[in-house]
């Protein structure tokens, strides 16, 4: 066991290899930025929320063919709007707490069937779950449907920077598709019992969150969605060593420019506060997409500045007890997803040979 541990403490500190990251990175960048800074000239920083989790449909097929890309971006895209449209319903009818666990871990189980059955990079429903959480977490100031066209129209403009470097010449590829295997016989057992650990992580993790009196259960349930996307145990058990460390790290960058002490950056901004923090959060989810394939945890470094900025935004708090509640939620997250991985295994699935 102390073997193990040491091998995933000695990942903490290697690379993975390189894959013109810079130019995914810069995608979701822009992705991100054109919407998140067309609020903020409307004077609308606090619904930049909705922004974001629609532009985040950026993060996937990055490294496919434009035209692979473009289907694998709209299935993502039906991730992501679920989870903002439940989130915003969640929000608008005033349906928190239990509410929010039971729904969240539901959906997550459907979540996971869905990723599966298409093959989503990067895994799992985790992105549509947070989004879930974070919408239903924030007080929706406009209509209903005003909030999910803000994320919607960011979606679009996502998957059309997208799609956009096809238009120098690239021809379609007649016939192609994305790589997804039908859920029939062991694989259809093995994608129920995924989506069991979904609902079972989530439920639990929720469950802690709202008996302890948490603000913010659903960071709890989305921390604990990530080892679940791991491919099997080892793996598991290293994204969520890199969602704690990373978010640690992460935290620190928060504290840096929420806190009121002499350094902080927005004591230099007097009143341009909404304006530096949606400047932060496009420059951080820049850095997210930037290591996400290489390294999960310095990944997670940027990720966690853009959760929380974003969400202050939306929803100005105490920053001590929002960076209190990340840090702690993180944690609980993270032990019941890994807790979930080694109590409830899943049958193997073995590959079929080439016909």
């Known amino acids: 066991m102390a073997h193990v541990l040491r091998r995933h403490l000695r990942d903490l500190h ?3 290899p390189a894959n013109n990251d810079h130019l995914s990175a810069l995608r979701v960048a822009v992705s991100v930025a054109v919407p998140s800074l067309a609020l903020l000239v409307f004077g609308r920083p606090d619904l930049i929320i909705y922004a974001v989790f629609g532009a985040l449909t950026g993060m996937y097929g990055r490294s496919e063919p434009h035209q692979l890309r473009l289907t694998h971006q709209a299935q993502a895209a039906l991730v992501l709007l679920s989870g903002v449209g439940v989130g915003i319903f969640l929000s608008v009818n005033h349906l928190h707490s239990w509410w929010l666990v039971g729904v969240e871990a539901v959906l997550a189980g459907i979540g996971s069937v869905f990723s599966d059955r298409v093959n989503l990079k990067p895994n799992g429903p985790f992105f549509g779950i947070l989004a879930l959480g974070a919408c239903a977490s924030v007080t929706t100031s406009i209509p209903w449907f005003a909030a999910l066209l803000i994320a ?3 979606a679009a403009f996502s998957i059309a ?3 956009g470097g096809w238009v120098r010449g690239r021809k379609w590829q007649p016939g192609a598709v994305r790589a997804a295997a039908p859920l029939s016989g062991v694989r259809r057992q093995a994608a129920v019992i995924h989506a069991a650990r979904y609902v079972l992580a989530v439920g ?6 709202v ?3 948490s603000g913010h259960p659903h960071w709890a349930m989305a921390a604990a969605a990530v080892p679940l996307a791991g491919a099997d145990l ?4 290293h994204r969520g060593l890199h969602r704690m460390v990373g978010t640690f790290l992460g935290l620190v960058l ?6 009121p002490v002499p350094w902080a950056p927005l004591t230099f901004f007097p009143g341009a506060e909404a304006a530096v923090l949606a400047l932060l959060v496009i420059i951080f989810q820049f850095t997210t997409e930037l290591f996400m394939t290489r390294h999960y945890g310095l990944a997670m470094v940027s990720f966690t500045p853009v959760i929380l900025l974003m969400t202050q935004l939306a929803a100005p708090a105490d920053p001590y007890v929002l960076i209190t509640e990340r840090a702690v939620e993180t944690v609980v997250g993270a032990v019941v997803g890994i807790l979930v991985i080694v109590l409830v295994r899943r049958r193997a699935v073995r590959r079929q040979p080439p016909s």
């Not at 928060?254 to 806190?259: E, G, I, Q, R, T």
Request: glycine share 18%; aromatic share 4%; net charge neutral.
């Open 14 to 16: 290697s690379l993975g």
């Open 211 to 213: 008996l302890s009196g």
């Open 204 to 209: 639990t993790a929720g469950s802690i969150g």
């Open 152 to 154: 919607a129209a960011s």
């Open 234 to 237: 080892p793996s598991s058990v």
């Open 161 to 163: 920077v997208g799609f």
């Open 254 to 259: 928060v504290a840096v420019v929420l806190l």
